[in-house]
């Protein structure tokens, strides 16, 4: 059995997030939502995603510091970053 490719995505606005996530599941993806930045560098680091979609403007914690954070982060700082905007 192939394993399934894990994408993380980071999005605060709760319909966004959702669709995005059911399409991704839809084309058979493993995927985990996070709603703020912290909630994502944490899933990032339990999930080890082969990508990571994030959205820029969030509160707490905007996508720019959120790829900060994941670049430092040796576990995930390799994995793919696209910002969603």
């Keep these: 059995m192939e394993a399934q490719t894990k994408i993380l995505v980071i999005e605060d606005d709760d ?3 959702e669709n995005i996530q059911e399409l991704l599941e839809a084309k058979d993806y493993h995927v985990r939502s996070a709603s703020n930045g912290k909630q994502g560098i944490l ?12 959205d820029i ?6 996508g720019f510091k959120v790829l900060e954070y994941v670049r430092k982060t040796s576990i995930v700082q390799n994995v793919p970053f696209i910002f969603l905007t």
Excluded: G, Q, Y
């Design 15 to 17: 319909n966004i997030r």
């Design 43 to 54: 899933e990032a680091i339990d999930f080890r995603p082969s990508l990571i979609l994030c």
């Design 57 to 62: 403007m969030m509160p707490k914690m905007d």
